[in-house]
């Protein structure tokens, strides 16, 4: 059974810093690429940045670009999402996927919430 529980979610003042984590089960976490997503209210869920399964590769949205670092832990079947520099912007409920350009339906979790604001 997959399961993906995402943490680390929080409410932060703009310019603070959050790191996110996926833990992941119930597949080879090590063959797999991931993603993390998010989807603020009113908004559809949108791509956020992506890792390919040996962590040469990254790729992410242009409106986090130099803010945000996808990492992963293949020993951990754990994928992080570092965020600094928040912006209000950046507020939305954030999810981790399997796959690089597109998730894998039935594999979202809970998702951990982000908000910034002063």
């Known amino acids: 059974q ?11 003042q703009p310019g603070g810093s959050l790191r996110l984590s996926c833990a992941a089960s119930g ?10 997503y998010r989807q603020a209210p009113g908004k559809e869920r949108e791509l956020v940045a992506s890792i390919t399964n040996g962590s040469r590769s990254t790729k992410y949205t242009d409106s986090v670009k130099g803010r945000f670092t996808i990492s ?3 020993a951990k079947k754990t994928v992080y999402l570092q965020m600094n520099s928040l912006k209000p912007e950046d507020t939305a409920v954030y999810y981790c996927n399997r796959g ?6 039935g594999y979202w979790g809970q ?6 604001s002063s």
């Open 2 to 12: 997959v399961q993906l529980v995402e943490s680390g979610g929080g409410w932060v």
């Open 27 to 36: 597949f080879t976490f090590s063959g797999a690429a991931m993603s993390w």
């Open 72 to 74: 992963r832990d293949n």
């Open 100 to 105: 690089w350009d597109n998730p894998y339906y």
């Open 111 to 116: 998702g951990t919430q982000v908000t910034v």
